[in-house]
C-alpha cells in the first residue's frame, strides 16, 4: 500500500474542488430550473434585465464546469498524476472564460468569485510540494508485482 502523505496544498485544492463541485452543481442545476420556469410557466416573470438566454449559458458552464470539478476532485483524492495537469487546464480555462464574460449578463459576482477559487486551484497546484506529490517524486520504487 501506498502510505506516501498528501501536501497541505494538495488538500487545500482537493477541499476546494469539493466546494467548487458542489457550488457549481447546485447554482447550475438551480439556474437551469429557472430558465425552464421563465421560459414555460407565465406566472414567472422574467429576471430584469437579464435575458433568458444568458440565464441558461450561465447554468450550462456551471453544469459542465461542476461534473469536470468532481472528477477532478476524484482525481485529485486518489494522487492521480494526470490530475494536476488536467486541474491546471480546466480551472485556468474556467477562469479565463468568466473574465471574458464580465461584460456580459452570462457573469456576475458569484462567477466572479468562483473564478477566484479556480485561480486559487492552479496557483496552489504550482507550489514545489504540489508538483512533487503528482510527479511521484515522493514515492519510493518498490518491488514490481
Known amino acids: ?34 430558465g425552464v420556469a ?3 410557466v407565465d406566472a414567472v416573470p422574467p429576471t430584469p434585465g437579464i435575458p433568458t438566454w444568458a440565464v441558461f449559458a450561465a447554468a ?12 477532478l ?17 480546466v480551472n485556468a480555462v474556467y ?3 468568466i473574465l471574458a464574460l464580465v461584460f456580459t449578463p452570462v457573469a456576475g459576482v458569484p462567477e466572479l468569485v468562483t473564478a477566484a477559487f479556480a485561480f486559487t486551484v492552479v496557483a496552489l497546484l504550482y507550489s514545489t510540494s504540489a508538483k512533487a506529490h503528482f510527479g511521484g ?4 520504487p518498490g518491488p514490481v508485482a
Open 1 to 34: 500500500m501506498n502510505a506516501r502523505t498528501r501536501p497541505g496544498s494538495v488538500t487545500a485544492v482537493f477541499v476546494l474542488l469539493i466546494l467548487i463541485t458542489a457550488y457549481q452543481l447546485i447554482a447550475g442545476g438551480l439556474a437551469l430550473a429557472g
Open 95 to 97: 477562469g479565463v472564460v
Open 73 to 89: 476532485a476524484v482525481l485529485v483524492g486518489k494522487g492521480r498524476p494526470a490530475a494536476r495537469p488536467a486541474a491546471l487546464g
Open 38 to 40: 421563465t421560459e414555460t
Open 60 to 71: 450550462a458552464i456551471a453544469l459542465v464546469y461542476g461534473i469536470a470539478s468532481l472528477v
Open 137 to 140: 517524486a515522493s514515492v519510493t
